[in-house]
T-cell receptor, first 113, second 113 residues
């Protein structure tokens, strides 16, 4: 069964700290790995995405690290801010299939001022 | 604002009833995905339509059905509702490419009493 496992379930970080969320996948056909951010009462919004031909992608304070051999990828949020407090979902899809996203279970991040 | 609209925002109904959720994709987007978000199952793919045709099915119950109309809006029909169908239902749209960003709507919160 196609699965994406995400950890931790919840995370508390001090303002200015680094938040790290990890995901692992099983299906080696996955070739697109986005991270979504969801605020209460809102739909998920794309934060950053990576394809397996690179090991790292950085956009502002957000970085994805990708380890193809270990089938793992992670989101790093540098200089975490209270406004980053949200639920984060990793996901994966297989572009040879339909592009449907397989989501991790989500991580609730709280950044304390 | 993602440009994807969903109505209604909230829906409260009784077991055994039937409801219809509506989604209007971003202007120009041809593909619509439906996802269910519940506390125990997380975000799960239900079904995808592309330019009016069903492209993929996920863990969608037989009591659920969907369609995409010529104007590209989509409807998700849920019938013989059970308590366990209470969840957030999101649609997402893309221009059609399998690794295009999926833009999520604000969701419909369904409560079955």
């Amino acid at each position: 069964q196609q699965q994406v496992k995400q950890s931790p379930q919840s995370l508390i970080v001090q303002k200015g700290g680094i938040s790290i969320i990890n995901c692992a996948y099983e299906n080696t056909a996955f070739d697109y790995f986005p991270w979504y951010q969801q605020f209460p009462g809102k739909g998920p919004a794309l934060l950053i995405a990576i394809r397996p031909d690179v090991s790292e992608k950085k956009e502002g304070r957000f970085t994805i690290s990708f380890n193809k051999s270990a089938k793992q990828f992670s989101l790093h949020i540098m200089d975490s801010q209270p406004g980053d407090s949200a639920t984060y979902f990793c996901a994966a899809s297989d572009s040879s299939n339909t592009g449907k996203l397989i989501f991790g279970q989500g991580t609730t991040l709280q950044v304390k001022p | 604002d993602s440009g994807v609209t969903q109505t209604p925002k909230h829906l409260i109904t009784a077991t055994g009833q039937r409801v219809t959720l509506r989604c209007s994709p971003r202007s120009g987007d041809l593909s619509v995905y439906w996802y269910q978000q519940s506390l125990d199952q997380g975000l799960q793919f239900l079904i995808q339509y592309y330019n009016g045709e069903e492209r993929a099915k996920g863990n969608i119950l037989e009591r659920f059905s969907a369609q995409q109309f010529p104007d590209l809006h989509s409807e998700l029909n849920l019938s013989s509702l059970e308590l366990g169908d209470s969840a957030l239902y999101f649609c997402a749209s893309t221009s059609g490419g399998r690794t295009d960003t999926q833009y999520f709507g604000p969701g419909t919160r369904l409560t079955v009493l």
